[in-house]
């Protein structure tokens, strides 16, 4: 066929379709915004539509539609979704808090379990309830209103300018060592701010949420992402709180409250003090932990260690027992993983799969008889799981005096049920977890979650081969394993230790940012890389050779002196 039978000129096309995940395709004029086609269209989805990814990329709402695109929208019930939501939730409420108290500079610091961040005010005395009800009306004034979020693209001159004159030194100090020329900021009516991340397109959006008094501060409520429409009643965790108050402690110790003071200190030449200061701190946590264990001892004859994926808790146990023989105490490990039930008797998940983070993957009344026996004196000869078979094998044989503990560290070691024979006056748990973060600034925070990520794309790569791709794919059933597994019993512990240490993300920049510049485009790994990779961007890289060889971040980057070391 002649070419020119089928190939003839043709105008630029005044109209851009759409096609959706269901198969669906809508067309509008071209530079219409994804918010008008999303709104045009019915869709059946469990929560808000917040976002949608075009292309193989996250964009918001407000996006332009230049060019025919595939669109899957994402909602409330997505990741990606809730952190937009929040993050819009958290600037409405700076932007009202700020108005009606303009001495007040409010602070996110943590987020907590139920669903909210707690917050603190500083520059005036707490918020009282009626102040936070106000505070709270105002809010959903705005939410009723539906005043549009805008975007603005300014000089980063005009930037620390403005930061400047509203006394925000966090972002200053940030935005002295930034590379690019220019500041995104978000605005809302005068409001303008710095936010890392998309928003919704305008308050209307921002329909569930609530501001409560808890400890000092208060907490911004938002829903799960696992329960979208529901703002849950909330929780007390004292325990957990203890442990944030205390990094709050040591961060002041170090002189580190943000991303912008670290980098400072490492133009100042001050890593190696940051570096060495919060190792000794960590090392001192653990020294007191094996004190409370060897004050007890020998009533306490079991140690549980249990917390999330890459918080550390080999090398934190490793630690633990190294402390615990110099008080004469000698520990025994037992693997919990030697434990399983053969596969065939694993229990499955909703999907039929095999669920080897379900508690009942383990072999419970062998578990206990085994303990119960060794701390009678007994010789016991142990299992072994052979992970090849599937079949659990005959292990070594073995017998502890009365001057042992033994070491268990596992994902259910803070849950009663794994040791359910055992008399508690024997056990001490020991939750560990990466459980707070240096955050971007006052109102920027770093998750938890993202630092544990980063350890493990880091330490998968050196020990397991596997690719950043493979560990990010890997993550959400991770993620529900813990939630249904871990965090759920993590105020049963008698300690928790935080294994964060507050300048780990400028070590593990150089280390994370190759392995995440290989995940391929197009594909949802791609979008949670690119995420990661912007927030890397804040940190100055520091050198890992400063790094102590005991160090729990050498679990992840390598180099560790502890890695073959067996109690």
């Not at 759409?18 to 999303?38: H, M």
């Not at 936070?132 to 549009?148: F, N």
């Not at 949420?209 to 329960?227: D, H, M």
């Not at 977890?433 to 980063?454: C, E, F, G, K």
Request: charged share 25%; aromatic share 10%.
């Amino acid at each position: 066929m002649d070419a020119k039978s089928i190939v003839r000129p043709a105008r630029p096309r005044e109209t851009a379709q759409v096609r959706f995940a269901d198969g669906r395709i809508y067309e509008a004029p071209v530079g219409t915004p994804l918010e008008t086609y999303v709104k045009a269209v019915d869709f059946d989805l469990p929560a808000p539509i917040v976002a949608a990814h075009i292309n193989g990329e996250l964009r918001e709402l407000t996006y332009h539609i230049v060019t025919d695109s595939e669109v899957t929208p994402i909602t409330t019930a997505d990741s990606d979704g809730m952190r937009i939501y929040r993050r819009s939730l958290a600037f409405l409420m700076i932007t009202v808090a700020e108005q009606l108290f303009p001495d007040a500079h409010v602070v996110i610091d943590y987020a907590l379990n139920f669903g909210g961040f707690y917050c603190e005010v500083k520059g005036r005395a707490p918020f009282t309830p009626d102040e936070l009800a106000r505070i709270e009306a105002r809010m959903r004034e705005l939410v009723e209103a539906d005043i549009p979020i805008g975007k603005k693209r300014v000089p980063l001159d005009e930037a620390l300018a403005y930061f400047e004159a509203q006394g925000h030194t966090d972002k200053i100090k940030l935005l002295k060592t930034r590379k690019k020329d220019y500041l995104t900021l978000y605005t809302l009516g005068e409001a303008k701010d710095y936010y890392h991340g998309y928003m919704v397109p305008s308050t209307g959006y921002l329909q569930k949420f609530a501001l409560r008094p808890y400890g000092p501060g208060f907490v911004l409520q938002y829903p799960r992402r696992e329960l979208p429409t529901v703002i849950q009643e909330p929780v007390q965790y004292p325990k957990l709180v203890a442990v944030y108050n205390e990094y709050s402690e040591w961060m002041d110790v170090i002189g580190i409250p943000n991303v912008g003071t670290l980098n400072e200190a490492h133009e100042r030449g001050r890593m190696r003090e940051v570096i060495l200061v919060s190792e000794a701190l960590h090392e001192q946590r653990i020294a007191r932990i094996a004190s409370d264990i060897a004050e007890q001892h020998p009533y306490v004859r079991l140690v549980l260690i249990a917390g999330p994926s890459s918080s550390g808790k080999t090398t934190f146990s490793k630690r633990l027992s190294i402390q615990l023989l110099a008080h004469g105490i000698h520990p025994t490990t037992l693997a919990l993983d030697d434990f399983l039930v053969n596969r065939e008797d694993t229990p499955r998940d909703e999907n039929g799969d095999y669920d080897f983070e379900s508690l009942y993957a383990l072999d419970l009344p062998l578990f206990n008889d085994v303990l119960l026996r060794l701390m009678d004196g007994q010789e016991v000869t142990l299992p072994h799981y052979n992970f090849i078979t599937g079949l659990r094998e005959t292990g070594q044989t073995i017998r502890i005096s009365q001057d042992h503990v033994i070491i268990v560290e596992g994902i259910h070691g803070m849950n009663p049920e794994l040791v359910r024979d055992i008399p508690p006056t024997l056990i001490y748990r020991v939750y560990v977890s990466a459980l707070t973060q240096l955050n971007i600034d006052q109102h920027n925070r770093v998750p938890t979650t993202d630092t544990r990520l980063l350890r493990r794309i880091v330490r998968d790569a050196t020990y397991r081969g596997y690719s950043a791709s493979d560990t990010l794919r890997r993550w959400e059933s991770v993620r529900r394993g813990e939630k249904r597994w871990i965090f759920p019993f993590q105020e049963h512990a008698d300690v928790m230790f935080n294994s964060a240490l507050v300048y780990e993300l400028a070590v593990l920049k150089p280390f994370a940012e190759p392995l995440l510049l290989q995940v391929k485009p197009r594909t949802p790994e791609h979008i949670e890389a690119k995420r990661l990779l912007s927030f890397l961007e804040w940190f100055i890289p520091a050198p890992p050779d400063l790094i102590p060889d005991n160090s729990i971040l050498r679990e992840f980057i390598g180099g560790s002196i502890l890695r073959d070391y067996v109690p």
